[in-house]
């Protein structure tokens, strides 16, 4: 003789699992996030400027490096104020965003179409979100930024759709920003399939800014772009500059670790 005893085996179960749960305030508590104001350069700033300085706020902490405002991304910030001409009327694209400097300063500087994202984890998408309302007027924010969260490599559908006026035309971009990403080395290639997917090929441009955070790897940053040479692009240095060191501590050479690097891709 058998007896159906599932239901009873199953609170049977829960119980057991509840000795697997953590007690209340065990866990240490996440990091609450943290601000810092970036501030644009009075050489950079025109008459109607309205945005002399940006609140950026970084989640707490996070596996992506995302709770930082790298050097990179300041220099990136900078060099787009001074080149308005790079964003004015065009149609952007920042990948990896982070924080969203860059970005911001594009929607400032006249960009038609800003299209921010990061890796789709709610906490970074939320940041951002927070990062363009508290930042940018209400009218910039409305018509002229999309906040999507986007895995490098995967279907570019989503980014292309986010700037086509109509379901029957395909937009490509004019600039796309990647800043400090590069240090990512396992996936050089799935960022440059989304950028070979996304970029305007005959005056599209991918600008790319980063430090050699770790000088023993500088080599394996750098084959970025010799993944881009392969593909028979057009690899331009414009720009260096060297900051302080994000982390006075840490090992290697300072100047390396302090100094930013901008390169200029296009499709030949």
Same mark, same amino acid.
Request: proline share 4%; charged share 25%.
């Given at each position: 003789?058998?007896?159906?005893?599932?239901?009873?085996?199953?609170?049977?179960?829960?119980?057991? !699992?509840?000795?697997?749960?953590?007690?209340? &305030?065990?866990?240490?508590?996440?990091?609450?996030?943290?601000?810092?104001?970036?501030?644009?350069?009075?050489?950079? !700033?025109?008459?109607?400027?309205?945005? /002399?300085?940006?609140?950026?706020?970084?989640?707490?902490?996070?596996?992506?490096?995302?709770?930082?405002?790298?050097?990179? &991304?300041?220099?990136?910030?900078?060099? !787009?104020?001074?080149?308005?001409?790079?964003?004015?009327? /065009?149609?952007?694209?920042?990948? &990896?965003?982070?924080?969203?400097?860059?970005?911001?300063?594009?929607?400032?500087? &006249?960009?038609? /179409?800003?299209?921010?994202?990061?890796?789709?984890?709610?906490?970074?998408i939320d940041n951002i979100r927070h990062n363009v309302n508290t930042n940018l007027s209400?009218?910039?924010?409305?018509d002229n930024i999309r906040v999507l969260g986007y895995i490098w490599g995967k279907d570019?559908?989503?980014?292309?759709?986010?700037?086509?006026?109509?379901?029957?035309t395909s937009n490509l971009y004019d600039l796309i920003i990647l800043s400090d990403l590069?240090?990512?080395?396992?996936?050089?290639?799935? !960022?440059?399939?989304?950028?070979?997917?996304?970029?305007?090929?005959?005056?599209?441009?991918?600008?790319?800014?980063?430090?050699?955070?770790?000088?023993?790897?500088?080599? /394996?940053?750098?084959?970025?772009?010799?993944?881009?040479?392969?593909?028979?692009?057009?690899?331009?240095?414009?720009?260096?500059?060297?900051?302080?060191?994000?982390?006075?501590?840490?090992?290697?050479?300072?100047?390396?670790?302090?100094?930013?690097?901008?390169?200029?891709?296009?499709?030949?």
């Amino acid at each position: 003789m058998t007896f159906d005893n599932s239901e009873e085996q199953l609170q049977l179960d829960e119980q057991d !699992l509840s000795i697997f749960e953590e007690p209340e &305030g065990y866990l240490p508590p996440q990091p609450k996030p943290t601000f810092q104001t970036f501030s644009r350069k009075d050489e950079h !700033l025109l008459q109607s400027d309205n945005f /002399k300085t940006l609140n950026i706020r970084l989640v707490g902490s996070h596996p992506l490096w995302a709770h930082l405002l790298w050097n990179a &991304g300041k220099c990136f910030a900078w060099y !787009l104020d001074e080149h308005k001409e790079l964003v004015k009327g /065009k149609k952007v694209l920042e990948l &990896g965003a982070g924080g969203a400097l860059p970005s911001l300063i594009a929607a400032v500087n &006249g960009a038609e /179409k800003v299209v921010i994202t990061d890796y789709p984890d709610d906490d970074l998408i939320d940041n951002i979100r927070h990062n363009v309302n508290t930042n940018l007027s209400t009218d910039i924010c409305t018509d002229n930024i999309r906040v999507l969260g986007y895995i490098w490599g995967k279907d570019t559908y989503p980014l292309l759709n986010a700037i086509s006026k109509s379901e029957k035309t395909s937009n490509l971009y004019d600039l796309i920003i990647l800043s400090d990403l590069i240090f990512n080395h396992s996936q050089h290639k799935a !960022l440059l399939k989304t950028c070979k997917e996304c970029l305007d090929p005959i005056n599209g441009q991918i600008l790319v800014f980063f430090t050699h955070n770790l000088p023993d790897l500088a080599h /394996k940053d750098m084959e970025f772009f010799e993944e881009a040479k392969n593909l028979q692009w057009k690899v331009e240095k414009i720009f260096k500059e060297i900051m302080s060191p994000m982390f006075k501590e840490d090992h290697g050479c300072e100047t390396v670790r302090s100094t930013v690097y901008g390169y200029k891709i296009t499709i030949n």
